[in-house]
């Protein structure tokens, strides 16, 4: 789901501020801008969505986009860009047993858009002596089915959005966050460049 936010322009004792800093602080600063206009949108997804085994609760947070990650996607160099959702691998006590770190990001996909028609889970038979090692009746994700690591069948189960909720109730926010985010980090900007060194060893003068 990509979103595109506007804020209004940037106030002009902002853009003063702004100058007064190198291009490289004043990069930082947006980004610390962005990140703070997300953190509404990023709280309301984690009170929104399923929390069965959690895994998916867990995932969500916000990432600034890097250079190589916006031409991978296609956006503009010169825009700023963060995503929100479930961009943090995490331990799935569905998967493995809860051993190994994966992406969340399809099961969002799933209850955000597509839901999951009925079907049959088969275990690796290559993994069934590890599967002897984890403890029986971790609850899927969908329900809390119970998967000893046999042959499941999996209900249709529809789709529950929690994404776009999450923009609709705390979109409104996102233009004080970005500003006030902003304001925070030239303040530690100014407060490093205004604060006095300290002073050498003056033995011997």
């Known amino acids: 789901m990509d979103i595109d936010v506007v804020v209004d322009p940037i106030p002009e004792q902002l853009v003063q501020r702004l100058d007064e800093f190198s291009e490289e602080l004043q990069d930082k600063a947006m980004s610390s801008g962005l990140t703070a206009s997300a953190k509404p949108i990023k709280d309301r997804m984690k009170r929104l969505v399923p929390k069965v085994t959690r895994s998916l609760y867990k995932s969500i947070g916000q990432a600034v986009l890097s250079k190589t990650a916006k ?61 002897l090692k984890i403890k029986r009746g971790i609850a899927g994700e969908w329900g ?3 998967h000893h690591f046999k042959r499941v069948t999996i209900p249709t189960w529809r789709p529950r959005k929690f994404m776009a909720p999450a923009l609709d109730s705390a979109g409104s926010l996102v233009g004080d966050g970005f500003y006030n985010g902003m304001s925070r980090r030239l303040n530690q900007f100014q407060g490093t460049q205004t604060r006095s060194p300290k002073r050498g060893n003056r033995r011997g003068i």
């Open 71 to 131: 031409a991978r996607i296609g956006i503009s160099q010169d825009v700023r860009a963060i995503v929100v959702g479930p961009v943090r691998k995490v331990a799935d006590p569905t998967y493995e047993g809860g051993k190994k770190k994966i992406s969340q990001g399809y099961k969002a996909y799933w209850l955000e858009y597509t839901g999951a028609e009925a079907h049959e889970i088969v275990p690796n038979p290559a993994r069934r002596l590890k599967a």
């Open 144 to 146: 809390g089915l119970r």
